[in-house]
């Protein structure tokens, strides 16, 4: 069973994003010192395209759930910073081809910036090992679950475009 054709367009549309959390995942699990079985950098038709051992506590959770949405988001903000200052103060939709890419690339990496399943499952997994952080595991897992969930309505998308419009409308506004 293969992946259909819908599905490998947005692929090919999400690549910088997608490529970009996984590099940042592959650099948080290191500095974790958490061993990358696998790391794909574009998904495939088995759907593992991230695999690492199991969390030892709470500190390694952390580094590798929150360290690559919080890069990812930065990312985003600053790579989309210059297309979006100029549609938000000229107002012309007429910008040079260069903006459109960063544009791209940055909303790209922003809807990507959200944690996914696998960090669920990792979060799930820590909850098994761990019974000491298995109340805050839990309560995470959950709310990822339904941020993930909500993935079908854009909600992904709305995150990158206002994390890409924030600093340009307060330069614009207040600057």
């Not at 692929?11 to 699990?29: D, E, M």
Request: proline fraction near 5%; aromatic fraction near 10%.
């Amino acid at each position: 069973m293969g992946i259909d054709f819908r599905t490998r367009i947005f692929q090919t549309v999400a690549a910088p994003g997608f490529i970009t959390r996984q590099i940042l995942r592959n650099y948080f699990c290191n500095t974790a010192k958490i061993k990358v079985i696998t790391s794909k950098y574009f998904p495939s038709a088995s759907g593992e395209v991230f695999v690492h051992v199991p969390f030892a506590d709470r500190s390694q959770t952390q580094k590798v759930i929150f360290g690559p949405a919080l890069v990812g988001t930065l990312l985003c903000a600053a790579i989309s910073c210059t297309p979006m200052v100029a549609l938000i103060s000229l107002g012309e939709l007429n910008m040079p081809l260069t903006y459109w890419i960063f544009a791209w690339v940055g909303i790209s990496i922003g809807m990507h910036a959200i944690p996914d399943e696998t960090d669920i499952d990792s979060l799930l997994q820590l909850k098994e090992t761990n019974p000491a952080d298995a109340k805050w595991a839990s309560t995470l897992s959950q709310t990822l679950n339904f941020i993930n969930q909500m993935r079908r309505a854009w909600i992904d998308l709305l995150y990158a475009v206002l994390v890409a419009l924030a600093v340009p409308t307060l330069l614009v506004n207040f600057g």
